[in-house]
């Protein structure tokens, strides 16, 4: 399952799914092939906690692998507009992830779906960026300190799901793997929106679905 967050995402899965469908009451799903779904997040909230509810209902209803694919504020100032960025580790600084997870033990995607969707999306032509990503439910609490750290210990991108729907995979014992798109550029005394990329999240939706079909035929499930 695909958890997505952006309008111009739920659009572009629109125009190429069967459904909707109903997943857990009211929240609907949509089908992008035999193997793959996409739940349209934003349209019961954003954040944390929506995230691990959300992720808890698609467990529920059988999935075996989620993926995250939406926009990041990227902390590095050297990564493209464009690029695809795979985050290999994050920063706990939200609230749910420490309700799954004790709090001093790290979070980290699956290590052979990441690979998956990272050569998925090169064969796309994207350029794929690694790195850790920092997950924090405080937007306004975002201070300058924390900003100039991060970015000089190279943490790539900023968020405020990732960690969450890392923790309950990890205790559902399901794989699971995030993709971020660049929003925009956070500097400890600048914000700088990017006028996109010349391709975005609607055009990695597909190299994504491809690498998540594939996954599971891999696995055989």
């Known amino acids: 399952m695909i958890l997505g967050y952006q309008p111009e995402l739920h659009e572009a899965v629109r125009e190429r799914a069967t459904g909707p469908q109903t997943l857990v009451r009211s929240q609907e799903w949509y089908e992008l092939d035999d193997e793959v779904g996409y739940v349209p997040v934003s349209e019961f909230g954003i954040g944390a ?30 990564v493209p507009p464009d690029a695809a960025v795979l985050p290999t580790e994050t920063i706990r600084d939200e609230g749910v992830s420490h309700h799954y997870v004790p709090s001093p033990q790290p979070l980290s995607p699956t290590a052979s779906l990441v690979e998956q969707l990272d050569s998925s999306l090169v064969d796309a032509g ?6 850790e990503t920092w997950t924090t439910s405080a937007m306004y609490r975002e201070t300058e300190t924390e900003v100039e750290q991060y970015r000089d210990e190279g943490v ?5 799901e990732t960690a969450a729907l890392w923790a309950v995979c990890e205790y559902r014992g399901v794989d699971t793997a995030t993709v971020h798109e660049v929003g925009d550029y956070l500097a400890p005394d600048e914000w700088t929106p990017t ?4 391709r975005g999240l ?20």
């Not at 994207?126 to 790195?131: A, H």
């Open 49 to 78: 906690p929506v995230t691990a509810i959300i992720a808890e209902n698609c467990i529920a209803a059988g999935a075996k692998t989620v993926v995250l694919v939406g926009g990041s504020a990227c902390l590095q100032p050297d």
């Open 126 to 131: 994207f350029d794929t960026v690694r790195g």
């Open 156 to 160: 790539v991108t900023l968020c405020m």
């Open 195 to 198: 006028s996109g990329g010349e």
């Open 202 to 221: 609607s055009e990695m939706l597909s190299p994504v679905v491809d690498g998540l079909t594939d996954y599971t035929a891999d696995k055989g499930t």
